[in-house]
Structure formats: C-alpha cells, structure tokens
C-alpha cells in the first residue's frame, strides 16, 4: 500500500509489518531537500499511527547512494539568510528527532553514499546495515559548516569520542568495513545480499512482540540522555505494560506449547 507523502522524491509504502521509505532524489544522489523532510513527516506519522507497522525501513533509490547529504541546490531559495536557515532547521531537526525518538524499531539500509546529514539521518535509525560498496563520511570541514551538539552527542554516543573526532578532524571518506570497525555500521552484506538480508531483519524483528520491542526503544532512548534529564518513571510504566499485556500471556503460553507466539500488541 502506497502513501501520499505529496513528494515524488521520498517514497512510502506499507508491506505487511513493515513501513518502507524511500530516498527518491537520484539525480542528486539522494540529497534530502526541504520538500522530502516534509514528507519524511508525513511517512513518519502514517506509520507511527497504524499498529500493523512494527519496523519502519529507510533506503534510497539505485544503487549510488543512501542519502549523500543536503540538497545544497536548494540552499539560495532556502536558506539564503538568518531566519531562512533558522525555518529549515526547525523543520528538519523535529523530523529527525521524531525518527530518533519513534517507539518503532528502524532500520537504515545503506549503499552508496552516505554523506553528511544522510549519515546524520542513518544514525537517528536504531541499526544501520550495508552493503560492501557505500561509503561514509561527514565533509564539514571542507565546507565550513558547524555542527550541533545534538548531532555531535548522537555520532558519539555510537561511535565514541575518538572515531566521532577522527570523522570530523579529517572530513574523509571510510568504506564499509572501517565504518564497521568503528561501530557505525551494525552489519556489512555483498551488495547482491542487501535487501534479503534486510527482509529478513524485518520478518523477524516483526513477528516478536510490539509492546517488548517498544519498551525496549524506549528504554534505549532514555539512557542515552544526560541523567538529569531521564524519566525513569516512563522507562518503568513501558515494562510494566509488557507484564500486564495479552502478549505476555500468549508468549508463555506458546514457550509451553513449543510453538511461535503469535502478538497483537496489546
């Protein structure tokens, strides 16, 4: 089922438990416009609304690239002074942080590039697996452009201070396996394994139970949060709801019949 993101260049649609969203900008590489991070909203929110999604996937289109950063084309019609840039950053980093902090797991499917904010938005997914041929990177230095202290935090807290410094101080390339040496990557795959592999991911992340999976992310999301500013009370209230739940009963219930459970998310 397809989904009017009322934008020819990011894609949706829903296969089974997984919400699919495509980077559709080839001509560019993929280089997310403002156009395509309101429709990753729109996506975002069909998704996150209907309980038959359980795993959100993110891809581009072709083989070229993942995302290979933003659409610098763009930037004199859109942020061509103080209050333009002040307009698009508001709007891109609630996205972003919207699919940092969706309850849903996510998974980034990488080949080609993926460059600058498209690694940026890579790394708001809970994993990241690849192919043997894409390739990472963060050109800030040869740009000139700073970087937050969110996007900094969220590189780092995956990868560590040393690799995130190492990413920045040189402003180069890495390939598929020192992405995966630092910790950036969960998975690297041939190119021609990719998307099974992936298919696979979702089928089994799928089929294990919602309200587990959401208590989890939740979890995740909070311990990467300064300690002050953690709410241990939610992390609390998400597991007890697991215990509480039909899930919890059917999949006891299936352990003992030695057979698959079968989850409804309540």
């Not at 038959?52 to 859109?78: M, P």
């Not at 002074?81 to 309850?103: D, I, R, W, Y």
């Not at 041929?133 to 202290?149: H, M, Q, S, T």
């Not at 311990?223 to 992390?235: G, N």
């Amino acid at each position: 089922m397809h989904i009017d993101t009322r934008s020819e260049k990011l894609l949706a649609h829903k296969d089974g438990a997984a919400g699919w969203i495509t980077f559709n900008n080839p001509a560019k590489r993929n280089a997310m416009s403002y156009e395509m991070w309101l429709a990753l909203d729109i996506a975002l929110n069909e998704f996150l609304a209907d309980d038959a999604i359980r795993v959100i996937v993110l891809k581009g289109t072709g083989d070229k690239a993942f995302v290979s950063g933003a659409d610098i084309s763009e930037f004199k019609e859109k942020r061509a002074n103080p209050q333009m840039v002040a307009e698009f950053n508001k709007v891109s980093g609630a996205v972003a942080n919207k699919l940092a902090h969706c309850t849903k797991p996510t998974i980034a499917m990488i080949r080609g590039f993926c460059m600058g904010g498209g690694l940026g938005t890579a790394l708001t997914c809970d994993l990241r697996i690849c192919s043997d041929d894409a390739r990472f990177g963060i050109p800030a230095g040869k740009l000139g452009v700073g970087y937050k202290y969110s996007a900094l935090k969220r590189l780092t807290d995956i990868v560590g201070p040393s690799y995130a410094a190492e990413i920045f101080y040189t402003a180069r390339q890495f390939d598929a396996q020192e992405a995966k040496d630092m910790g950036l990557v969960n998975r690297v795959l041939p190119a021609d394994k990719l998307e099974e592999y992936v298919a696979n991911y979702v089928k089994t992340i799928g089929q294990n139970a919602p309200l587990t999976l959401k208590a989890v992310k939740v979890c995740l999301t909070e311990i990467v949060k300064d300690e002050t500013q953690r709410d241990l009370a939610l992390c609390e209230r998400v597991v007890d709801d697991c215990f509480a739940s039909k899930d919890y009963t059917e999949g006891r219930t299936a352990f003992m019949e030695k057979r698959k459970p079968v989850f409804v998310g309540a």
